[in-house]
């Protein structure tokens, strides 16, 4: 009898995946069962052929059961980036949100020391070293994977990578995945890719509560938008693809808004800068001005749900984008960060920018000759640059249920629970940055 379970761990005959293997409940009721069965023996001796009928029943049950376990337990991840901001939530939902998962793969250039205490569970985690602009690398990770979510990659807006750089780990990486699927027969592909492959364009034209298929001109020069735009396109035009074995790579894409959630080092930069400024902000957006943004909690569920049913919707989702959404409110960027950042003591000062338009593109341009002036000494890369001001000044709202009407996508996380763990993730770092 296939066992059944729940996206949700604990179902009837489901294991804990919470890096320990706690009671398996189907198994203790067993337990529980025939230790009944054998007080029963000792009431008296007519009962002994139902008994032992009984047993042999379940002594079959049980070793159907641990045999459909085992094949249950019988596909290979390969997350790529898993242990960055992202990708650490992505690895801990997979271990406890896919109970087919036999072997967790963590390829990434900087390991995190958080992998260790993942070993201890019943799925077997991988930790490997690797480089994706590494083809061989990649190839050695990737073989006997059956799905490989692909989220490393370089996010820099800041001017800290040179293009080149950029377009080596967003571009030639995804191009050594793709290829690294086609020769060792891993058929399925999620790639993580964003709302700026879409925009906002440098034209800064407004895209306002928009779907997958609302028309906006994509225009970008920015090396960021630009390799994820043709990475995604990579990964999109791979779909169909025969790997070796002979059956098509199934690809999909998904597009994050702005992440927010622990771990988010754009937020800790910001609130360090308030910190400094003695906990004032100053605002320099209009409030009017919408962006979207996305819990890291739900970015992660996207990830686990669209990895699981490509493989059983292959024809509807291969080759398909979806943008990451859930209930977030729509504010500008500045107003939606103090939902955290005023439980933690700060105040942003205004409310209409504190400075006219031109003296904020002045002070941008500024940052960036500075960038470029100290680059031989030293990397001064602020928040403020020619590129994050028109980002953060032209509105990119998403209003789609593409993913929940393809694969039954529902943000695993409400609104009050991602503000309440994103407000105690800050605090916590408040009580250590004090
Ligand atoms: N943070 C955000 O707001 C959004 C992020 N995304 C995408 O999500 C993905 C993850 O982003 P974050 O977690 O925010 O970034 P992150 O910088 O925290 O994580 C990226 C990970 O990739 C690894 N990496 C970088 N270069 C590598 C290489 N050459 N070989 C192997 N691993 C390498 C890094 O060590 C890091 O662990 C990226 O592809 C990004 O484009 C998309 C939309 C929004
Ligand atoms: C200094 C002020 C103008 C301040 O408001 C600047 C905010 C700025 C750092 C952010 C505004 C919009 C952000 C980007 C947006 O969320 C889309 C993104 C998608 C990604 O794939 C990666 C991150 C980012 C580019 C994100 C980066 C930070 C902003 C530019």
């Known amino acids: 009898m296939p066992v059944e379970r729940s996206g949700h761990q604990g179902g009837p005959c489901g294991k804990s995946r919470r890096g320990g293997v706690e009671a398996v409940p189907g198994m203790a009721r067993r337990e529980e069962q025939a230790e009944g069965d054998n007080h029963l023996s000792l009431a008296g001796n007519e009962r002994r052929p139902a008994l032992v009928a009984s047993l042999g029943t379940l002594g079959l049950w049980l070793q159907q059961d641990m045999a459909d376990s085992a094949q249950a337990q019988k596909l290979v991840y390969l997350v790529t980036g898993g242990c960055g901001f992202l990708g650490e939530h992505v690895v801990r939902m997979l271990l406890q949100q896919e109970p087919r998962l036999r072997e967790l793969r963590i390829f990434d250039l900087h390991l995190g020391p958080w992998l260790e205490e993942l070993k201890t569970g019943p799925v077997q985690v991988t930790a490997i070293q690797g480089d994706v602009t590494q083809a061989h690398e990649v190839a050695a990770a990737m073989a006997g994977a059956h799905v490989v979510i692909h989220m490393a990659g370089l996010v820099d807006v800041f001017g800290r990578a040179s293009p080149e750089t950029i377009h080596a780990v967003n571009v030639q990486g995804t191009k050594n995945v793709i290829e690294a699927c086609v020769q060792t027969g891993t058929q399925f592909l999620v790639y993580t890719s964003s709302m700026e492959v879409v925009g906002p364009n440098i034209k800064g034209h407004p895209f306002y509560r928009g779907n997958e298929d609302t028309p906006y001109e994509a225009v970008h020069r920015h090396p960021y938008p630009c390799s994820k735009a043709l990475a995604e396109q990579l990964v999109l035009e791979a779909n169909g693809r025969k790997v070796r074995g002979g059956l098509p790579l199934v690809t999909c894409a998904l597009r994050p808004t702005g992440i927010y959630g622990e771990g988010h080092q754009i937020m800790r930069d910001i609130y360090h800068q308030g910190l400094r400024l003695g906990g004032r902000l100053f605002r320099a957006i209009p409030a009017s001005v919408e962006h979207g943004r996305v819990y890291v909690g739900n970015v992660a569920w996207m990830h686990v ?115 309440t763990r994103t407000i105690r993730w800050m605090q916590t770092m408040d009580s250590s940055a004090q």
Request: overall charge positive; some cysteine; glycine content about 6%.
């Open 305 to 419: 749900l669209v990895a699981r049913e490509l493989q059983q919707r292959a024809a509807l989702m291969g080759g398909q984008v979806y943008f990451c959404y859930d209930k977030s409110p729509y504010k500008s960027y500045e107003d939606f960060n103090m939902e955290f950042l005023g439980p933690c003591g700060l105040r942003l000062v205004g409310t209409r920018p504190l400075l006219p338009y031109w003296l904020l593109m002045l002070l941008a341009a500024l940052n960036a000759l500075l960038q470029w002036l100290l680059r031989p000494l030293l990397l001064y890369a602020p928040l403020l640059n020619p590129y994050t001001l028109a980002m953060a000044n032209t509105t990119f709202t998403v209003s789609t249920n593409k993913a929940q009407r393809h694969f039954g996508y529902e943000p695993l996380f409400s609104w009050e629970e991602s503000r």
